[in-house]
């Protein structure tokens, strides 16, 4: 069974830091992982899907690396905004098909102070 | 991009009752969604998927007579709670799959369920 673990639970920093979410799954056999930001008592965004081909992706000051073997992945935010206050979530989605369900981590619980 | 809503936004029912929730969405059809419960400062779990016109799956675990889904549209898929217990208190957020686009996933902004 796929389990995804994110760190830390909770981070705290001072507005124009770059800062790093980690994310790891048990199952390296991914059809892709994406990252998704949820404000409180909200529904989910999407901020980037990286495909189990790919390395990265990029938009904005936002950027999510994977490692599919080793089985993690990293969001990177630069200058660190108080906007971007939020529960950042990871999700994988197993298999070789699109169709497969997606598996989602705990999340990190973000706070940028100005 | 492509818009999903839910109805009711929050809603507080009593021990015992049944409460119903709305997922729509608003600009394409949707022949698959999925129902998810979230617990506070826990990771979203998948309770069931939907296909119009046919039986929802039940992830194990999910009582699927306590947590009736009906997905009767292309755009429209319904989770009623049934019999609501205190531990059925919790965050419920429907997501929609666009037709052709396996893995585009677009999330309702959730219902907030509380019982007395």
């Known amino acids: 069974k796929q389990e995804v673990t994110q760190i830390p639970a909770a981070l705290s920093v001072p507005e124009g830091e770059n800062l790093v979410l980690n994310c790891s799954f048990t199952?390296?056999?991914?059809?892709?992982l994406q990252w998704f930001r949820q404000d409180p008592g909200k529904g989910l965004t999407s901020l980037l899907l990286?495909?189990?081909?790919?390395r990265e992706q990029t938009s904005g000051r936002l950027n999510a690396s994977l490692d599919k073997s080793s089985g993690r992945s990293t969001l990177y935010i630069a200058a660190s905004q108080p906007g971007d206050s939020a529960t950042y979530l990871c999700a994988v989605r197993l298999g070789v098909s699109g169709y497969s369900t997606l598996t989602f981590g705990k999340g990190t619980m973000l706070l940028v102070s100005p | 991009g492509a818009v999903v809503s839910q109805h009711p936004s929050w809603v507080i029912c009593k021990s015992g009752t049944s409460v119903k929730i709305e997922c729509r969405s608003l600009?394409?059809?949707?022949?698959?969604m999925f129902w998810y419960r979230q617990f506070p400062k826990q990771s979203l779990m998948l309770m069931a998927t939907s296909n119009e016109g046919s039986k929802a799956t039940y992830e194990q675990g999910v009582e699927k007579d306590k947590f009736l889904i009906n997905h009767a549209s292309l755009t429209l898929s319904t989770l009623t709670v049934t019999s609501a217990h205190p531990e059925d208190s919790s965050f419920y957020i429907c997501?929609?799959?666009?037709?052709?686009?396996?893995?585009?996933?677009?999330f309702g902004p959730g219902t907030r369920l509380t019982v007395t």
């Open positions: 600009d394409f059809q949707a022949t698959t």
């Open positions: 990286i495909q189990s081909s790919q």
């Open positions: 199952d390296s056999a991914i059809y892709n």
């Open positions: 997501s929609a799959r666009i037709p052709g686009r396996s893995y585009e996933q677009y």
